[in-house]
């Protein structure tokens, strides 16, 4: 995609600090890193969000993610590393082209994701998760 910034650095039309390379996936520096070491992990094609990623596809770019992010354990010691993915601009998604988040992280190092959760009824659960066998190929 011809103005997609992160097929562009896949290209090196633009640049980028690069962790990783191999013949799926890039791993780079985000430029707004919410703490040194945070690293972007994409793949090379085109893709836009998970739902488009081959079981290829969805394999290679984890399989670097924990690579890279056993190398972020050994070269900052985090006390934690969160993997952030989002698809979608109701999901927080900026950029749509697939790239997951590694992120070190601290005791409060100011990153925050609200989680309101409901604990439904286990017949709620059931019932979400028949849905989603109905349709799982
Ligand atoms: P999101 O789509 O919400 O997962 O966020 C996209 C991420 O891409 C943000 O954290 C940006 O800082 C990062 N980003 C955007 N443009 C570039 C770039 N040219 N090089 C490195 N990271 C980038
Ligand atoms: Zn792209």
Same mark, same amino acid.
């Given at each position: ?10 290209? !090196? ?9 191999? !013949?799926? %996936? #890039?791993? +780079?520096?985000?430029? !707004? ?23 290829? #596809?969805?394999?290679?770019? +984890?399989? %670097?993610?924990? &690579?890279?992010? &056993? ?30 988040? #590694?992120? @070190?992280?601290?005791?409060?190092? !100011?990153?925050? #994701? ?5 604990? @439904? ?17």
């Amino acid at each position: 995609m011809s103005d997609c910034v992160f097929c562009k650095i896949v290209n !090196g039309q633009i640049p980028s600090t690069k962790v990783h390379e191999d !013949g799926l %996936t #890039l791993a +780079f520096m985000d430029i !707004g890193e919410v703490n040194p070491g945070h690293v972007l992990v994409a793949v090379k094609p085109h893709v836009e969000n998970i739902f488009g990623l081959d079981d290829a #596809l969805a394999a290679a770019v +984890f399989q %670097t993610a924990a &690579r890279v992010a &056993r190398a972020v354990q050994k070269a900052y010691s985090p006390e934690g590393v969160t993997l952030y993915q989002a698809n979608g601009a109701a999901a927080g998604q900026t950029v749509n082209h697939f790239h997951l988040h #590694l992120v @070190p992280r601290y005791d409060k190092d !100011g990153m925050r #994701l609200t989680w309101p959760a409901k604990n @439904p009824p286990r017949e709620q659960l059931e019932a979400n998760a028949a849905k989603l066998r109905a349709v799982l190929e």
